[in-house]
Protein backbone atom coordinates (compact mmCIF):
# COMPACT_ATOMS: atom_id res chain seq x y z
CA UNK A 1 0.00 0.00 0.00
CA UNK A 2 1.67 3.06 -1.42
CA UNK A 3 -0.97 5.91 -0.77
CA UNK A 4 0.94 8.87 0.65
CA UNK A 5 4.48 7.33 0.23
CA UNK A 6 5.22 8.45 -3.20
CA UNK A 7 6.64 11.39 -5.39
CA UNK A 8 7.13 12.31 -8.58
CA UNK A 9 9.95 10.52 -10.14
CA UNK A 10 11.52 11.27 -13.31
CA UNK A 11 12.37 7.80 -14.95
CA UNK A 12 16.00 8.20 -15.41
CA UNK A 13 17.87 5.50 -17.36
CA UNK A 14 19.98 3.10 -15.41
CA UNK A 15 23.82 3.20 -15.07
CA UNK A 16 25.34 1.41 -18.13
CA UNK A 17 27.87 -1.36 -17.63
CA UNK A 18 29.23 -3.53 -20.11
CA UNK A 19 29.70 -6.51 -17.80
CA UNK A 20 25.87 -6.16 -17.20
CA UNK A 21 22.77 -7.42 -18.77
CA UNK A 22 20.01 -4.98 -18.17
CA UNK A 23 16.57 -6.73 -17.88
CA UNK A 24 13.71 -6.18 -19.41
CA UNK A 25 11.79 -5.92 -15.88
CA UNK A 26 8.59 -5.06 -17.46
CA UNK A 27 8.23 -8.91 -18.21
CA UNK A 28 8.92 -9.67 -14.85
CA UNK A 29 6.07 -7.78 -13.36
CA UNK A 30 3.00 -9.85 -12.90
CA UNK A 31 -0.26 -9.81 -14.96
CA UNK A 32 -3.18 -8.74 -13.92
CA UNK A 33 -4.12 -12.34 -14.05
CA UNK A 34 -1.57 -13.22 -11.97
CA UNK A 35 -2.11 -10.56 -9.16
CA UNK A 36 -6.04 -11.12 -8.80
CA UNK A 37 -4.94 -15.32 -9.02
CA UNK A 38 -2.74 -14.63 -5.94
CA UNK A 39 -5.35 -12.25 -4.05
CA UNK A 40 -7.92 -14.41 -4.42
CA UNK A 41 -10.24 -11.47 -6.15
CA UNK A 42 -10.00 -9.26 -9.12
CA UNK A 43 -7.50 -6.53 -9.19
CA UNK A 44 -6.66 -4.44 -12.29
CA UNK A 45 -3.47 -2.47 -13.18
CA UNK A 46 -4.92 1.12 -13.16
CA UNK A 47 -1.59 2.45 -14.39
CA UNK A 48 1.21 1.51 -16.93
CA UNK A 49 4.33 0.47 -15.10
CA UNK A 50 6.80 2.47 -14.22
CA UNK A 51 10.55 1.55 -15.04
CA UNK A 52 13.68 2.99 -15.24
CA UNK A 53 17.27 3.29 -12.93
CA UNK A 54 16.73 3.81 -9.19
CA UNK A 55 15.28 7.24 -9.96
CA UNK A 56 11.95 5.25 -10.63
CA UNK A 57 11.58 4.04 -6.95
CA UNK A 58 8.74 6.10 -4.70
CA UNK A 59 11.07 8.71 -2.99
CA UNK A 60 8.79 10.82 -1.18
CA UNK A 61 9.85 9.18 2.40
CA UNK A 62 13.71 9.38 3.86
CA UNK A 63 14.15 10.08 6.96
CA UNK A 64 12.47 10.03 10.42
CA UNK A 65 10.72 12.64 10.28
CA UNK A 66 8.74 11.17 6.87
CA UNK A 67 8.33 7.52 8.76
CA UNK A 68 10.28 6.58 12.38
CA UNK A 69 12.27 4.94 12.80
CA UNK A 70 13.05 4.86 9.42
CA UNK A 71 15.76 1.81 9.45
CA UNK A 72 11.95 -0.02 9.81
CA UNK A 73 10.82 1.32 6.39
CA UNK A 74 11.70 -1.41 4.17
CA UNK A 75 9.52 -4.34 5.71
CA UNK A 76 6.46 -1.83 6.33
CA UNK A 77 6.64 0.02 3.14
CA UNK A 78 7.49 -2.19 -0.68
CA UNK A 79 10.61 -0.75 -2.86
CA UNK A 80 11.21 2.98 -1.78
CA UNK A 81 14.15 4.32 -2.93
CA UNK A 82 16.32 5.17 0.34
CA UNK A 83 15.86 1.37 1.20
CA UNK A 84 17.57 0.19 -2.18
CA UNK A 85 19.83 3.20 -2.91
CA UNK A 86 22.39 1.47 -0.71
CA UNK A 87 23.04 -1.19 -3.27
CA UNK A 88 24.34 -0.89 -6.72
CA UNK A 89 20.55 -0.86 -8.45
CA UNK A 90 20.67 -1.02 -12.34
CA UNK A 91 17.12 -1.27 -13.39
CA UNK A 92 14.15 -0.88 -11.19
CA UNK A 93 10.17 -1.32 -12.23
CA UNK A 94 7.30 -1.16 -10.62
CA UNK A 95 3.13 -1.41 -10.63
CA UNK A 96 0.04 -1.01 -8.70
CA UNK A 97 -3.27 -3.00 -8.97
CA UNK A 98 -6.41 -2.51 -6.92
CA UNK A 99 -10.18 -2.79 -6.61
CA UNK A 100 -11.55 -0.40 -4.15
CA UNK A 101 -14.86 -0.23 -2.48
CA UNK A 102 -15.64 -3.41 -4.32
CA UNK A 103 -16.49 -5.85 -0.66
CA UNK A 104 -13.10 -7.61 -1.96
CA UNK A 105 -10.63 -9.64 0.31
CA UNK A 106 -7.48 -7.86 -1.10
CA UNK A 107 -7.65 -3.86 -2.00
CA UNK A 108 -4.72 -3.53 -3.58
CA UNK A 109 -1.25 -5.00 -4.30
CA UNK A 110 2.09 -3.60 -4.92
CA UNK A 111 4.46 -6.00 -7.18
CA UNK A 112 7.97 -4.31 -7.87
CA UNK A 113 11.61 -6.01 -9.16
CA UNK A 114 14.99 -4.26 -8.85
CA UNK A 115 17.91 -5.46 -10.99
CA UNK A 116 21.55 -5.30 -9.23
CA UNK A 117 24.73 -5.32 -10.52
CA UNK A 118 25.73 -8.55 -10.01
CA UNK A 119 24.35 -11.92 -8.50
CA UNK A 120 26.52 -11.45 -5.42
CA UNK A 121 25.03 -8.08 -5.23
CA UNK A 122 21.86 -9.14 -5.07
CA UNK A 123 22.41 -11.88 -2.24
CA UNK A 124 24.32 -9.29 -0.18
CA UNK A 125 21.36 -7.32 -0.26
CA UNK A 126 18.51 -9.97 -0.01
CA UNK A 127 20.91 -10.58 3.16
CA UNK A 128 20.76 -6.79 4.61
CA UNK A 129 17.00 -7.41 3.85
CA UNK A 130 16.95 -10.54 6.40
CA UNK A 131 18.62 -8.85 9.12
CA UNK A 132 16.81 -5.79 8.44
CA UNK A 133 13.45 -7.14 8.82
CA UNK A 134 13.96 -9.85 11.82
CA UNK A 135 15.59 -6.22 13.63
CA UNK A 136 12.39 -4.52 13.24
CA UNK A 137 9.83 -7.40 14.19
CA UNK A 138 7.79 -5.96 16.35
CA UNK A 139 8.46 -2.36 15.87
CA UNK A 140 5.92 0.31 15.10
CA UNK A 141 6.30 2.93 12.16
CA UNK A 142 4.88 5.87 12.28
CA UNK A 143 3.85 8.05 9.37
CA UNK A 144 1.98 11.58 9.09
CA UNK A 145 -1.28 11.50 7.44
CA UNK A 146 -2.53 14.20 5.57
CA UNK A 147 -5.95 15.30 7.33
CA UNK A 148 -6.67 16.07 10.60
CA UNK A 149 -3.57 17.77 12.72
CA UNK A 150 -1.84 15.01 14.74
CA UNK A 151 -3.25 12.00 12.15
CA UNK A 152 -0.83 9.12 12.17
CA UNK A 153 -0.17 6.19 10.31
CA UNK A 154 0.95 3.10 12.24
CA UNK A 155 2.54 -0.04 10.94
CA UNK A 156 3.65 -2.75 13.08
CA UNK A 157 6.19 -5.33 11.74
CA UNK A 158 5.50 -8.78 12.80
CA UNK A 159 5.75 -12.50 11.90
CA UNK A 160 9.29 -12.35 9.84
CA UNK A 161 9.86 -15.61 8.52
CA UNK A 162 12.84 -16.51 6.45
CA UNK A 163 12.20 -19.31 3.58
CA UNK A 164 15.51 -20.07 1.27
CA UNK A 165 14.98 -17.03 -1.23
CA UNK A 166 12.01 -15.64 0.43
CA UNK A 167 11.46 -13.44 3.34
CA UNK A 168 7.75 -11.85 4.43
CA UNK A 169 6.13 -10.69 7.00
CA UNK A 170 3.10 -9.01 8.09
CA UNK A 171 2.45 -5.70 9.19
CA UNK A 172 -0.87 -4.58 10.61
CA UNK A 173 -2.06 -0.92 9.55
CA UNK A 174 -3.50 1.07 12.00
CA UNK A 175 -3.99 4.89 12.94
CA UNK A 176 -4.89 7.58 15.88
CA UNK A 177 -8.31 8.22 14.74
CA UNK A 178 -10.22 4.66 15.55
CA UNK A 179 -10.29 3.58 11.80
CA UNK A 180 -10.64 -0.44 11.24
CA UNK A 181 -7.22 -2.31 11.56
CA UNK A 182 -6.15 -4.45 8.65
CA UNK A 183 -3.00 -6.59 7.83
CA UNK A 184 -0.89 -5.91 4.62
CA UNK A 185 1.15 -9.23 3.47
CA UNK A 186 4.80 -8.41 2.67
CA UNK A 187 7.53 -10.02 0.63
CA UNK A 188 10.68 -10.21 -0.88
CA UNK A 189 12.43 -12.50 -2.86
CA UNK A 190 15.79 -13.24 -4.06
CA UNK A 191 16.62 -14.88 -7.93
CA UNK A 192 20.15 -13.93 -10.06
CA UNK A 193 20.68 -10.17 -10.20
CA UNK A 194 17.07 -9.39 -8.88
CA UNK A 195 15.44 -8.84 -5.69
CA UNK A 196 11.02 -8.83 -6.26
CA UNK A 197 9.41 -6.68 -3.77
CA UNK A 198 5.46 -7.45 -2.91
CA UNK A 199 2.71 -6.17 -0.63
CA UNK A 200 -1.07 -7.04 -0.60
CA UNK A 201 -3.68 -5.15 1.64
CA UNK A 202 -6.18 -7.53 3.55
CA UNK A 203 -9.09 -4.83 3.60
CA UNK A 204 -12.00 -7.05 4.05
CA UNK A 205 -13.10 -9.94 4.63
CA UNK A 206 -11.85 -12.08 7.94
CA UNK A 207 -8.84 -10.03 7.20
CA UNK A 208 -6.48 -12.49 7.92
CA UNK A 209 -2.79 -12.84 6.47
CA UNK A 210 -2.08 -15.52 4.45
CA UNK A 211 0.74 -16.28 1.92
CA UNK A 212 -0.49 -13.91 -1.37
CA UNK A 213 2.26 -11.91 -1.45
CA UNK A 214 4.94 -15.15 -1.22
CA UNK A 215 2.70 -16.41 -3.67
CA UNK A 216 2.96 -13.45 -6.21
CA UNK A 217 6.95 -13.23 -5.42
CA UNK A 218 7.29 -16.67 -5.78
CA UNK A 219 5.65 -16.16 -9.56
CA UNK A 220 8.24 -13.05 -10.25
CA UNK A 221 10.91 -15.33 -9.20
CA UNK A 222 10.15 -17.75 -11.38
CA UNK A 223 9.92 -15.21 -14.93
CA UNK A 224 13.50 -14.03 -13.30
CA UNK A 225 15.28 -17.34 -13.63
CA UNK A 226 13.64 -18.41 -16.90
CA UNK A 227 14.46 -14.85 -18.21
CA UNK A 228 18.17 -15.46 -18.12
Not at 200 to 209: E, F, I, K, M
Amino acid sequence: MLAGCTSTVDGSAARQDQTVVLRDLSEVLPTGAEVSRAAGNPLSDSESPTVGGIDALPNGIRDNAAANPIECLGPATPFMRVVYEVGDVRRAAWQEFSNFGGGQTVSSVDAGVVQFASDTEAQRMFGAFVSQWKACEGATVRSALPGPGGAEMRQKVTDVRVDGPMLSATVVNSDNQGDATFPTERAIGLAADCVVDVDAAVTGGQRRSADRASSLAATMLDKVAHGR
